[in-house]
């Protein structure tokens, strides 16, 4: 399984960025993708974003992609262009799949461009991008929800469920009907998920940096996708992403970049 560092990092913005102001992800996707072209996305990718967020800490952030006839999917980048790091998620697919629909929760640290950037098994590059605007309470350095010493005790715990049966993102022509038969699988993780950025509200001291690295996910016994984690993902993060209909069980395997590993298995009934 290729694995990602996401270690691409910018300064915080010191105002709002917009969408059309291109310069933070100008160098955000030289820097993924080198001279390689963005194709347009439009038709390819439906991003599923709120127009503001209701909590930065915690915000569903998502897309539905399905590639072109002729080609399948391999990866799928989730990238918030004015995050200390911004390549906040990437999916990586052990067998490529033609349509793929997923949500993860989201710390949103201020107004930011979101780019879903899919890349196809035939080397392709499609970006579609929309904008998010916030409360503007900084949510990357916001103090936990959670004392960290009690999130210590359960860090690791798993839960994982089917979630409904996929439905299309988007509107009228931004729409993406996906047509073969898929699931959500929901995947909720225990884990405080600190940024780094964040004090212990006794000590003042800054909380070290420790979030979910990898999320490894198998279907039936076989390898299915791999999720890279950042800084970015929520506090007791959240994962919903599409599977085949015909999908009985799940294999979830997470670690952190502490090292430590936790694992479940679980029978995925109604499918």
């Given at each position: ?49 709120p127009y503001r967020t209701a909590d ?216």
């Amino acid at each position: 399984m290729k694995r990602y560092v996401l270690s691409i990092c910018t300064a915080l913005a010191a105002g709002p960025a917009f969408a059309e102001d291109n310069g933070v992800w100008d160098g955000i996707s030289a820097a993924l993708y080198d001279t390689q072209p963005l194709l347009n996305g439009d038709g390819v990718i439906a991003v599923d974003a709120p127009y503001r967020t209701a909590d930065d800490t915690r915000a569903a952030l998502g897309a539905s992609v399905a590639v072109p006839s002729g080609t399948m999917l391999r990866e799928v980048y989730l990238v918030l262009d004015n995050n200390p790091m911004p390549v906040s998620a990437v999916f990586t697919f052990d067998q490529p799949l033609q349509r793929f629909q997923f949500d993860v929760t989201m710390r949103v640290n201020g107004p930011t461009p979101m780019h879903i950037v899919a890349r196809t098994e035939d080397g392709r590059l499609f970006v579609n991008e929309a904008f998010v605007k916030t409360t503007g309470t900084g949510s990357c350095s916001a103090p936990p929800g959670t004392d960290p010493v009690l999130a210590l005790k359960t860090l690791g715990r798993m839960k994982v469920a089917l979630d409904g049966a996929v439905t299309p993102f988007g509107s009228g022509a931004d729409a993406l009907h996906l047509s073969a038969p898929l699931n959500l699988i929901a995947v909720d993780i225990d884990h405080p998920s600190h940024s780094g950025m964040q004090r212990d509200q006794t000590t003042l001291l800054t909380t070290p940096m420790r979030y979910v690295e990898t999320v490894d996910v198998g279907l039936n016994g076989a390898d299915y996708l791999a999720l890279t984690g950042s800084i970015s993902l929520a506090e007791n993060p959240r994962l919903r992403f599409s599977i085949p209909a015909d999908a009985h069980s799940a294999t979830v395997r997470m670690t952190d970049t502490d090292g430590t590993v936790s694992e479940i298995e679980a029978i995925l009934t109604g499918s």
